[in-house]
């Protein structure tokens, strides 16, 4: 069992928590994840690692509450423990080498993200980072991102915090009108974002780093459920990823898979009790 030694709400929809695993934190590198399950009869599910402390023996996580499980997970309270909880596994995002990067996260993205700026910045690199919501009220992380970057650059889609516009506006000033020179972008975040990032800097023949997230069940690479198609050739995130090629990624494929549970996810979130109880006690 895993305890969970402490919880803190980012917003309404996403949750931070750290987890006592002292293996896991000993070893885990910044874009490696673990698979949970609350408990015996939970399905298996993959979070990125979004910090961990070596000497406390943690591991956090950060997560949006979208289907039973993670409705499950956010029941969960200071104290109390889940079943499992594996890792790190994958493989860890590339820091050496560079002078500059920028980091681009979109939503809860931001929290896979930032353990990637953290990594670059604390190695010496300079790095700008684009941190894209919808509106102020779900930007998370502002602080812990501002102290991992030299850089923060907050956009908002209705202009209510920070900048107004997409993350793609600010990179694209930031290459075009500002002259940055950047050795590579990293992106992550909703597929769609990331198929964007990649078209902006492809004309630049900027290296572009893009963290995927397909189904996945095994975290081995065994079960085929996570296999993206990269440069034409099929890829297992969970063991080849899950940062891949940007320029090479076939997005219109992943978010097709993505899709495929969309309705029971939906169907999850209108019906269970759960998540019905969280509103009413709202």
């Known amino acids: 069992m895993y305890k969970i030694v402490k919880k803190r709400q980012l917003n309404s929809a996403v949750t931070l928590m750290e987890i006592e695993a002292p293996l896991i934190a000993k070893k885990a590198l910044a874009g490696q994840f673990i698979i949970f399950r609350v408990d015996e009869k939970g399905e298996r599910i993959p979070l990125t690692i979004a910090d961990y402390d070596r000497e406390k023996g943690t591991v956090t996580i950060i997560f949006q509450i979208v289907g039973r499980s993670t409705m499950l997970l956010n029941q969960l309270e200071e104290g109390d423990s889940i079943l499992d909880f594996v890792g790190p596994l994958g493989k860890p995002t590339e820091v050496d080498g560079f002078k500059r990067v920028a980091v681009i996260g979109g939503g809860v993205g931001c929290a896979i993200a930032y353990p990637s700026a953290k990594a670059l910045f604390n190695?010496?690199?300079?790095?700008?980072?684009?941190?894209?919501?919808?509106?102020?009220?779900?930007?998370?992380?502002?602080?812990?991102?501002?102290?991992?970057?030299?850089?923060?650059?907050?956009?908002?889609?209705?202009?209510?915090?920070?900048?107004?516009?997409?993350?793609?506006?600010?990179?694209?000033?930031?290459?075009?009108?500002?002259?940055?020179?950047?050795?590579?972008?990293?992106?992550?975040?909703?597929?769609?974002?990331?198929?964007?990032?990649?078209?902006?800097?492809?004309?630049?023949?900027?290296?572009?780093i893009v963290s995927l997230n397909p189904i996945m069940i095994d975290g081995t690479g065994m079960c085929g459920g996570c296999r993206v198609k990269v440069d034409g050739e099929i890829k297992f995130a969970c063991v080849d990823g899950p940062d891949f090629d940007g320029h090479k990624v076939d997005f219109d494929e992943l978010m097709k898979r993505n899709s495929s549970y969309r309705e029971r996810e939906t169907h999850d979130r209108e019906n269970c009790r759960l998540l019905k109880g969280v509103a009413e006690n709202a």
Request: proline share 2%.
């Open 123 to 208: 190695n010496g690199t300079e790095v700008d980072m684009i941190a894209g919501f919808r509106s102020k009220d779900i930007v998370i992380l502002e602080d812990e991102m501002k102290a991992a970057c030299t850089n923060l650059y907050i956009m908002t889609d209705d202009g209510t915090y920070g900048e107004k516009g997409l993350v793609t506006d600010k990179l694209k000033e930031l290459i075009e009108q500002k002259g940055r020179k950047y050795d590579a972008v990293i992106a992550i975040g909703p597929v769609i974002m990331m198929k964007f990032v990649a078209a902006t800097t492809k004309p630049h023949g900027i290296k572009t």
